[in-house]
């Protein structure tokens, strides 16, 4: 059994990071935390594991909530949490005015006073209840991880150079920091929140109920309760709630919630209606073909949730970075508390020193230097860069099914295409029966619509459409279909091959027959071996294939290459068509994938683009796999790595332009924490910086990083 959850207030992705690496160790269980949208997904577990994974994530992050996945819930939740932290920083500010007024303006010596005047504890009182309440949450956390051996947490190091603070008596920077890491806190939470909502917002495409048909009446039901062959209506302006079949009506639906474009479609008798799509005009009724778990919409949602799982190199890198990082940075922070003020007390080295060297300052230092080295900006710039771009890809009709492939996709070196229903419509229409040995353009479109009758091939429906008749597929006594080259019937007037030209010359045949040089998709009829003639079929080119190849060319695709199991005129005409580098014509399935195979050999990164049913193999085979019309196809939805809702190739180049977008945001994302991070540390070092810049450096940067990561949002 599979239940999700939302953690509500997790908004660190270093904590995430720790919460994924401590329910891994959990035997027989698997679990799945997604923080681009809060949830954590668990298969598997009774209720005492269940039991066992709350109190770990509690462990490590006591102010999350877990609450059952919800439509409403999880945001009231999240509005409500963002209340109280606001309502403490409220009260912790005004109490933190209070201090500073006292100690600055009416009693401004009563901390050098100390500890034995009424005075002093006049200035202490207002800063330690603002302390208290700004960071209740963070030293008790503090004091958990400590118990657990955990020394190199953010609210460890925020807690020894607060507390390092007050003991040297620097009671303003002290709840000062506190008090505005809080505040940085709750915009970083803000700001996370505000990316993780455009992929939250993809998620709300899936329909809260299904107006169920049965016995006369209507009655709303929960669409998982809707059983296939069920009859449901839709209302103008409702959501289709499953998979089905149009069976009573005419209307127009909106398409964008699952395509990401506001094309029209109209659904008459007999066409299918996709889950997601929203009724606009009129009243239809429709047969469902497929349970809720198997639907469109699901399993839209599945892949775009799982999305943001699969980390990019860059994300492995910097997660494994930042666990040296910390440790190393603490070591300085220790060095520059102790080694000054001891190498100061010993003779030798005294007069290298301009000044008397006190432990209070070089402390203070150092205790800047542990709040600047803070990892959790560094952790959290990239899974946020990462996320904000799938969600973007996403609004575009792009699906890509982790950052890893995100990533990959701006590197493309070559795109390679199959032909038909890829590059050409795969919409075949009869544009010449040449019969030969004495038959007639009539018997031949009759024995190949009768062979065909079986199969439901693109070129099927044609030659069946030019037949004009429905074929007598009665007569048929024995179907094969052959994978690759056609089909072979028997009946009462005996065998019938329809095909191309392989299947004239498999195992056991050698039909002899007239060569034929044409630009288009030929096929062969032989009846009893004897060879009665060709049909020849055009297939149209899609409006839109000259301009993509044309773009993605001039965004950098160094090769373009067209693989088809059609014969080689054909191919060489759409190459030519379209100015295709290369092509590879009169290939069988696994020969398409040999192809691909040696182009990787290049060492250059390969993507096929393919319509998701057919291609299936080669998409899983190549380094990135890419399935047109994933509108309605189970097959690209579960082989390919990224799938096209629009069934548009000029989205290949939004891909390509949003990737590189993305690494880019990654990458100033990295710089600026890495530069602004350097740059603190060594003012903290020198003793240039006081708590106020090293809050900043912390918070603050983390803060720009996410803010920067929305701008691919606006695109």
């Not at 007050?166 to 920091?177: D, L, R, S």
């Not at 639907?295 to 040296?324: D, H, M, Q, Y």
Request: glycine residues 8%.
């Amino acid at each position: 059994m599979t239940k999700k959850y939302f953690l509500e207030g997790l908004s660190c992705a270093s904590c995430a990071s720790k919460i994924q690496v401590a329910l891994k160790k959990i035997k027989g269980i698997r679990t799945e935390l997604n923080f681009a949208t809060g949830t954590l997904t668990i298969s598997g577990a009774d209720k005492e594991k269940e039991k066992r994974i709350f109190n770990i994530i509690k462990s490590i992050e006591p102010d999350i909530r877990i609450v059952t996945v919800s439509d409403d819930g999880a945001t009231a939740n999240e509005t409500e949490s963002g209340t109280q932290v606001l309502k403490k920083i409220s009260y912790a500010s005004g109490l933190f005015i209070i201090g500073l007024l006292i100690d600055y303006y009416f009693l401004p010596k009563a901390v050098p006073e100390g500890m034995g005047y009424a005075n002093f504890w006049y200035v202490f009182i207002p800063y330690l209840l603002a302390y208290l309440i700004s960071g209740q949450d963070v030293l008790f956390k503090a004091a958990r991880n400590i118990r657990k051996g955990l020394f190199f947490d953010e609210s460890i190091l925020m807690s020894i150079a607060t507390l390092g603070a007050f003991a040297i008596k620097e009671f303003p920077e002290a709840v000062g920091v506190m008090l505005f890491f809080k505040v940085g806190e709750y915009l970083e939470q803000r700001a996370v929140n505000r990316s993780r909502k455009s992929i939250q917002h993809l998620l709300k495409i899936r329909a809260d109920y299904a107006n169920r048909f049965k016995d006369g009446k209507t009655e709303q039901v929960p669409p998982e309760t809707v059983q296939v062959g069920d009859i449901i209506v839709i209302k103008p302006g409702e959501r289709i709630p499953l998979d089905g079949v149009v069976i009573q009506g005419v209307t127009t639906v909106d398409t964008s919630p699952i395509t990401g474009e506001s094309m029209p479609r109209t659904l008459r008798e007999g066409d299918i209606a996709l889950s997601g799509m929203i009724n606009q005009n009129a009243l239809i009724m429709v047969r469902v073909t497929k349970p809720f778990s198997e639907s469109t919409v699901n399993k839209i949602l599945n892949l775009v949730e799982k999305a943001a799982g699969r980390k990019a190199p860059t994300e492995r890198f910097i997660t494994r970075f930042s666990r040296v990082y910390t440790p190393i940075v603490v070591s300085f922070a220790i060095v520059i508390a102790v080694l000054p003020p001891l190498s100061y007390k010993i003779p030798i080295l005294t007069p290298l020193f301009p000044h008397v060297e006190t432990w209070s300052e070089w402390i203070y230092r150092a205790l800047v230097f542990l709040v600047i080295a803070c990892p959790c900006a560094l952790v959290l710039s990239i899974p946020v860069g990462f996320f904000a771009g799938i969600g973007a890809s996403a609004k575009r009709g792009v699906l890509f099914k982790g950052s890893n492939y995100l990533e990959a996709f701006r590197s493309v070196h070559t795109m390679v295409f199959d032909k038909t229903g890829t590059l050409t419509e795969g919409v075949f229409k009869v544009v010449e029966v040449k019969p030969y040995n004495g038959f007639t353009e009539d018997e031949l479109l009759r024995i190949a619509a009768v062979a065909e009758s079986h199969s439901n091939h693109p070129i099927a429906s044609s030659i069946i459409k030019a037949y004009g008749k429905i074929p007598e597929d009665t007569v048929i006594k024995k179907y094969e279909e052959i994978p690759s080259h056609g089909v072979r019937v028997i009946t009462e007037e005996g065998e019938f091959i329809v095909g191309n030209d392989r299947i004239l010359h498999m195992n056991g045949y050698a039909i002899e027959h007239q060569n034929c040089i044409t630009e288009g998709t030929v096929v062969h009829v032989a009846v009893n071996r004897k060879y009665a003639g060709y049909i020849l079929l055009a297939d149209t080119i899609r409006d839109d294939a000259i301009t993509a190849i044309k773009s993605l060319k001039k965004e950098g695709i160094k090769e373009v290459v067209m693989l088809t199991g059609d014969d080689r005129e054909a191919a060489r005409l759409v190459s030519r068509q379209l100015n295709i580098d290369n092509y590879y014509a009169e290939l069988l399935p696994h020969e398409k994938i040999e192809v691909v195979k040696r182009l990787e050999k290049k060492g250059k990164t390969i993507a096929f683009v393919g319509d998701g049913i057919n291609d299936a193999p080669v998409l899983m085979a190549s380094d990135i796999g890419i399935a047109m019309g994933g509108l309605g196809s189970d097959a690209a939805i579960e082989a390919a790595d990224v799938v096209l809702m629009k069934d548009r190739l000029t989205s290949l180049v939004d891909a390509i332009l949003i990737s590189r977008k993305t690494k880019n945001i990654v990458q100033s994302n990295i710089t600026i924490v890495f530069l602004v991070k350097l740059f603190f540390l060594s003012l903290g070092a020198l003793g240039m910086a006081t708590m106020w810049e090293a809050v900043f450096a912390d918070v603050g940067v983390a803060i720009l990083a996410v803010l920067n990561s929305t701008r691919i949002l606006k695109l």
